[in-house]
């Protein structure tokens, strides 16, 4: 599975000079505390480590810069123990370039009612030392994330957790990249774009390359590489009665555990962790990529079909957010509009990953009836049920717009004997009507990526760090609150 780096997070406090030597040990001293509770916790996906009370501009800066600098630091936490007036903070959060969590917390639980006296009161400032530094973040328009509660409790926790999350995702931006196998496809709009203005916001990488650069991979992949891997797809999935006459079913999925290694070979050769394939390019192969696809999805690869860079790329993101659990690239697909049960179904030609299954994958030959190309083989599994969001990332000239959709999904009970492909069934919040309507006002695509693991939240807070547009469908929708919401973001995001 594909990997990210072992980042952490810095925990600074703040304060400031005129309390005298002796709270400044202990407010440091406490920040330990806390610092080693976080990590202790076994909740946090990446260490915390503490690095200093700060109580001048200079250090404040300087650690702004420190932070910039540093490879291994993913984002910065920053609690006011006592009073830092927070002026002295204005070069450094204006410096900083990593995502910023303002925790406010406060090293006590409870009030000591017993012992509580002045001194307590000079060390423990935080209720209102986090509103002096909270006021400075809203007057310079920082795009950062505010946590409230105390530091052992375990919703708190989750929600740092969280958050870590989606800093990695935004600090692993710059290693977001995407091979274009082919260009997109021919006449679509939304699956178009700026592919600069994607690596100005975002980081992300997105070069082309010719389907013939990925042919002449295929022609070098090992039959004992090629025998190796044919094996592990008999392990773990259901294949069909026919391979055993060693005829064109076989072959078949032979050929899709060729392009799986070429592809793999060829995109780690590049640093590339997301790709696209179009079935109008396939000049020299011999099927669609299918199987292949869905494979290296479930190794954390970002994917998304004909040329579709950018929900690769998201699809990618949400990967690194979600540690490659439960998401997929997806598309509507169809509709069952019966009242009272109106669901949307999801699928692609090909290409669900199987990181959302709910049944054991079995792998399927079966004509695809476009591109005019081979059999291909596929993945066909149902999807899981539970909650979980589906989401676009449109383009309006020169601007984004990130559009959520909250949905329950339902495992399908009814068997579709004659669909060879894998399947998500879904109710969208609050309804498939208003809902659909929603989505479509807002621009969104018919490519989404689907997570059953990333929140709404964390993706609410990915467009606050990288400050772009974001709507979200769910259960609260007022249509038409929605649709002014929209022609105020004209104004907001322009
Ligand atoms: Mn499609």
Redesign the pocket.
Known sequence: MLKTKPYTFWFVTGSQPLYGEETLIEVADNSKVVVDGLNASGILPFKVEFKEVVTTADSIHQLALDANNSKECAGVITWMHTFSPAKSWIAGLKALQTPLLHFHTQYNRDIPWGSIDMDFMNTNQAAHGDREYGFIGTRLGLGRKVIVGHWKNEDILKQIAAWMNVAIGVKEGTNIRVARFGDN?RNVAVTDGDKIEAQIKFGWTVDYYGIGDLVEEINQVSDEALNALYKEYETMYDLPEAVKEKGDVYESIRYQAKVELALKSFLSKGNYNAFTTNFEDLHGMKQLPGLACQRLMAEGYGF???G?WRTAALVRLMKIMSDNKATTFM?DYTYHLEPGNEMILGS??LEICPTVSATKPKIVVNPLGIGGKEDPARLVFDGQGGDAINASLIELGGRYRLVISEIKAEQPKIETPHLPVAKVLWKPEPNLSEATAAWIYAGGA??TALSFTVTTEQLVDFAEMTDIEVVVIGKDLNLRQFRNELKWNEAIFR
Do not use: F, L, W
Request: proline residues 0%; hydrophobic residues 30%.
């Open positions: 496809m998304a079909g004909e579709d598309e692609h030609m018919h490519h």
